[in-house]
């Protein structure tokens, strides 16, 4: 009897430690749902980068310091096709997704490119086809001299002139979708629209013609499960944007 009683002894023991080991392990299937934070993006626009003043200018010291605040907190600086194909299948983003985009091409765009090869970021450049190569913009042997990095080139109108690309899309939108890939040798299937113009005859032609998303100018954050692919939200930012409001512009996907 007592050799049984040692024996059961152990059973039990052995019952009340293993117990705890299972309960404890059940509730590691309880994972917590995924933050919000994953499904949001913020989208930067610039024009030139220079020291000349206008409405569409920044600094090129700003623009140092902006890059440098966003690699420094941790950014994470996506593409726009990265963006684009989250928006079409629902797929999460890196926590702190940001995209930087550049429209109309001009030349002092240039120093941008310097700045971003620094830190490695995507970028994406929208192109007046009409002036795309030429003298004050970007040049094919500058798109050359970057070819490594992770920049695209996409259709901006072919004119930037209301009359053509709202009036007349469907004339503009092949045209200009042909010039920019015989300077480019690619397709990149975003449309920027000029201005944030937009009538509903652009948006089919732009759709007819192989385009899958489109960006706008809205400031405001895009929400991956809520957002028009076809005016995609975008900040402007020029001299009036101090450091202060670009940390609470981008601090909008913290």
């Not at 499904?39 to 902006?66: C, G, W």
């Not at 963006?83 to 002092?108: C, H, M, Q, Y």
Request: charged share 20%; glycine share 2%.
């Amino acid at each position: 009897l007592g050799f049984y009683m040692f024996y059961l002894k152990i059973i039990i023991s052995f019952i009340f430690v293993i117990f705890p080991i299972f309960s404890k392990a059940d509730t590691l299937t309880h994972y917590p749902q995924l933050s919000d934070k994953s499904n949001k993006a913020v989208v930067l626009m610039y024009h030139r980068i220079s020291h000349k003043k206008s409405s569409m200018t920044l600094q090129p010291e700003s623009f140092d310091q902006e890059m440098s605040y966003l690699h420094d907190n941790h950014y994470n600086v996506i593409s726009s096709m990265t963006l684009v194909d989250a928006i079409r299948n629902k797929k999460e983003l890196p926590k702190k997704s940001v995209v930087i985009t550049f429209d109309d091409g001009w030349e002092s765009q240039l120093y941008a490119m310097k700045t971003l090869q620094k830190y490695h970021y995507p970028a994406t450049f929208a192109l007046i086809t009409e002036c795309a190569d030429k003298h004050g913009y970007i040049r094919k042997t500058d798109m050359n001299f970057y070819k490594n990095e992770d920049f695209l080139y996409v259709n901006h109108s072919r004119t930037h002139d209301v009359k053509d690309f709202l009036n007349n899309p469907d004339y503009d939108v092949p045209i200009s979708k042909k010039e920019l890939y015989a300077i480019t040798q690619k397709f990149v299937p975003i449309y920027v629209y000029p201005y944030g113009s937009k009538n509903n005859k652009l948006v089919e032609d732009i759709k007819k013609n192989g385009y899958i998303a489109a960006f706008g100018v809205n400031d405001n954050v895009i929400h991956i499960n809520n957002t028009n692919i076809y005016n995609m939200n975008r900040y402007l930012i020029n001299d009036k944007i101090t450091i202060h409001d670009f940390q609470k512009i981008v601090s909008n996907v913290d």
